[in-house]
């Protein structure tokens, strides 16, 4: 389900821009993650650090992409997340005694220090190399066929990344219960 409430600006800006244009489907994704983040606060009390940062990158990108009515900025947002989230990522990793990795799921499983590293830095190679195909897509194909990437390209190899982290994760995984035969 948070997944789905993640994705509501995408697609709300997927269906806009079907039915109108890039600089309407912009000012809907804009308003729809203000409205996504004014929600969560009401809700919840609090907001993801995430959702505060796509938020803002998205009211400078998309405002100028409005204001200059240049499509260019709207299809860099993309890329500047993930570059920002991995170096998050990455110096996290580098300068706290806990990556921001193992800081969200640590609390469900226990892995070994060297395997939180591996997968704190193929974290950080997934999203250098969503913002990096994000660029190829936007600067290589028409726009219509970047705006279907956003959506489906960004969640189908982000969903196929997952699962792969998890069968990775299914190798490492430390028990706490004891084997067979009380061990």
Known sequence: MKML?????????????????IYVATAVAIVAAAAQVVYLKLRHGKVETAQWVTLVLLAVFGGLTLALRDPTFIKWKPTVVNWLFAAAFLFSQMLMQRSLLRRMMDHAISLPDPVWSRLNLAWVTFFIAMGVLNLYVAYN???????????FGFL?????????????????MQSDEPGPGGE
């Open 156 to 172: 189908g190899l982000t969903v196929l990344f997952m699962l792969l982290q998890g069968i990775y994760l299914s190798r490492h």
């Open 141 to 151: 194909y028409p726009e219509d066929v970047w705006v279907n990437f956003k959506l």
């Open 5 to 21: 409430t993640d994705l509501f600006p995408v697609i709300l800006f997927f269906v806009a821009y079907q039915l109108y244009d």
